[in-house]
């Protein structure tokens, strides 16, 4: 089982010289094993949300894959797929992106409705 920081909120700017881009709601930020010790920060922060679910190790690769345009104008934040909030459910989607109640969102019994929410994002300018 895996922990995601699944960022909730669209981050603007690029900084090519840093390594980084704009990352957009449903990026996946980071994958950790279950336990991983977040700090207090990642753990609070209104921007991300951490989540406990039953990916495999293939699909969690595949959510922190970065697309295939050239790396000097399509920074690391350019994902290929995302978690498409939209396409969850309701309750799931609020759970998410409504005020955090938990720092880290178990959502093992919901890896279902995760899977069918991830899709491959349109390419980017």
Known sequence: ???LLIRIVDRGG???PRGY????AG???AICPDGWAWSQDELTNERWRIVRVGLTEVECMNLIAVGDG???TQPCWKRKCCIGFASLPTA???QLTR?????IINL???VAQVRTAVILKAPRT
């Open 1 to 3: 089982m895996s922990e």
């Open 14 to 16: 690029v900084d090519l």
């Open 21 to 24: 881009g704009d990352s957009k």
């Open 27 to 29: 990026d996946v930020v």
């Open 70 to 72: 050239d790396p000097n």
């Open 92 to 94: 799931l989607r609020n």
């Open 99 to 103: 005020a955090r109640t938990e720092p």
């Open 108 to 110: 093992t019994s919901k």
